[in-house]
C-alpha cells in the first residue's frame, strides 16, 4: 500500500545511513523503557509521525469539568540523533500502543519512513520470558533478518534467542524488514515469567548496554541502573511479603488446632 498519505515529515535533515530504533508498550515493558530513556537522555530532535486515524478506533471520550474533550489518539512518532561519536546517526520510534489491527500496514510504513533517510538497519527489542529468578542478572538473546547478522550477534556475546515467537509489532517488524530485505536485529533481555506483568528496568538495562556499541552511541546509563536497583529491592520486598502471607494461609499454629491437636506418645495404664 501507498503510505505515504499516513505520515507527516516534521523534519529533512541529512542523515549519515542510521540505525532506526523501533519500541512500543510490550511484555514487561523492555522495550518503551529503553527507548524513552534514549529519548530522555540524548538530544533527539522531532521527525516525523505517523498519523493515527487509519491505525487506532476511539472508544470513548473524557470530560473535565462537565465538558467533553476531542477524542485522543496514541501517537506514534519518530525522532532523530545526528551522532557524533558514530559513524552512523540514528532514528528513534516510540509508538505509545500497537493498532487492534492493520499492524502490518504499520510495519511498513515505519519502514517506508526509514528508506526515507536511508537507514542502515533496523532495531527492536523485547523481553524473553525465562524460569530465572527475580535476583539474578538478566542475560541478553538477539535474533537477525539473516545468517550473517546471527554470526554477528555470536561475536558479540549475545545468547542464540533460538526458536520463538516475539509477539506484537516489536517481532512483525523485523518479518516485514526480511521481506523487504531490510536488516534487522531483535535483541531480548530476560525477564522471570511470574512477574512479566512488572515493568522490568533491569531487563531494559541489559539490552541498552548491549545496544550502545550496536549503534555507537555513548550515553550515561547511571540513572536507568538506580531505578534497576530500586525496582528489584521491591520485587524482593514484594515476594517476601508473599510468601509471608502464603504461610500464613496454609498453616496453623500448633497452639489454634483445640481439639485435633493429640500427643503422639500414648499414655501408660497404671
Known sequence: MDTRELIKI????????????AAWPGVSSVALILATYLLDKLPFKDLA???????????????????????????????????????????LFIGDAQPSSKAYDMANAILDVGNRFHMNRVYTCAAAMT????????????????????????????????????SGLNGLLLGV???????????????????????NPMAALAVLDKLKPMLGIEIDTSDLAEVARETQQRIK?????AMEDYIDYFTEPIW????????DEEDEED
Open 131 to 166: 524460569k530465572m529468578h527475580h535476583t539474578e542478572q538478566p542475560s541478553v538473546r538477539g535474533v537477525a533478518t539473516n545468517q550473517a547478522m546471527a554470526e554477528e550477534l555470536t561475536g558479540l556475546g549475545l545468547n542464540r534467542g533460538g526458536n520463538l515467537q516475539i
Open 237 to 241: 520486598e514484594f515476594a517476601a511479603e
Open 49 to 91: 509521525e505517523i498519523k493515527p486515524m487509519y491505525f487506532f478506533e476511539p472508544i470513548g471520550v473524557l470530560a473535565r469539568n462537565n465538558i467533553v474533550e476531542a477524542p485522543s489518539f496514541p501517537q506514534s512518532r519518530f525522532y532523530y540523533l545526528k551522532n557524533p561519536s558514530g559513524p552512523r546517526d540514528v532514528i
Open 10 to 21: 516534521i523534519a529533512r535533515p541529512k542523515l549519515k545511513e542510521p540505525n532506526l530504533i
Open 177 to 199: 524488514a526480511k521481506e523487504r530485505d531490510i536488516d534487522g536485529i531483535c535483541l531480548m533481555g530476560d525477564v522471570p515469567s511470574y512477574s512479566h506483568r512488572i515493568q
Open 256 to 263: 489454634e488446632q483445640g481439639e485435633e491437636y493429640y500427643d
